[in-house]
């Protein structure tokens, strides 16, 4: 998130001030590696001018600092949504051919993600076409780990729904007991609540940290929502808000 501290220049500003740069440091190059066309009394006329136009313009080198930043940051971002999107997820609830998708890192235990779950039904089946992808995102606790362990076998098998449901709606703690009592009742196979390290969904889930560290959420829940990070749980409003504007860009 943006620092609130920090009051970031227009991009018009940003664009002037680092072609100006640019423009410098290309002429700063320029004397260095073709230094055959400059007398030496040219290239020390250019390092001063140099020189005097950092000390004079201190705040255009931030400019240009701070937009370069952004730049970097954004196309990690597009980086991260191309591998998020390149996924096979089985976790999906909703229209599965929705012309927005909302994608939501989310942990079994987070009280947070259990708070938005009612919210974030409504909206999806009030919309009728928006594709929820679920990303298990078990960073709270070793139970964690197992409920979503669970999550995903119960998507193989076909039964996400019903069992991602049960989860976010359970209030009680997350226990063996209730993980292995839950994986009976909806006849879930392959779930073996002892043998984590070799259930082949703990590569999933490591995956899912990894695009959760790409996006930099460290918390749950974190919304991506037509290529915009909402991290922490938002409101019904603004989910309906969301998505408006991802249609909005879509079309633009």
Request: charged share 20%.
């Amino acid at each position: 998130m943006d620092n609130p501290s920090m009051k970031k220049p227009s991009s018009g500003n940003s664009t002037i001030a680092l072609a100006v740069i640019i423009g410098i440091i290309i002429g700063f190059l320029v004397d260095q590696l073709v230094p055959s066309a400059k007398t030496q009394a040219d290239s020390a006329n250019i390092n001063a001018s140099i020189a005097q136009y950092i000390s004079d313009n201190p705040e255009a080198i931030e400019t240009a600092l701070i937009a370069l930043n952004d730049q970097r940051n954004r196309d990690k971002e597009l980086q991260a949504l191309n591998l998020l999107s390149a996924v096979e997820d089985t976790t999906v609830m909703g229209n599965p051919d929705g012309d927005i998708t909302i994608y939501e890192f989310s942990d079994y235990n987070c009280g947070y993600c259990k708070r938005v779950f009612a919210d974030l039904i409504e909206v999806m089946n009030t919309d009728g076409n928006i594709r929820l992808i679920i990303k298990g995102f078990p960073i709270l606790a070793e139970s964690s780990v197992d409920a979503a362990r669970l999550a995903l076998h119960a998507a193989d098998q076909g039964k996400y729904d019903a069992v991602h449901t049960a989860l976010m709606e359970w209030r009680g703690a997350i226990t063996a007991t209730m993980l292995q009592d839950l994986a009976a009742t909806h006849n879930i196979t392959g779930f073996d609540i002892n043998n984590r390290d070799n259930d082949p969904m703990i590569a999933i889930l490591r995956n899912n940290y990894d695009l959760g560290q790409r996006f930099n959420i460290d918390g749950t829940p974190g919304f991506i929502i037509g290529g915009k990070i909402y991290p922490g749980a938002i409101s019904k409003d603004d989910m309906v808000a969301a998505v408006a504007e991802a249609r909005r860009q879509n079309k633009s």
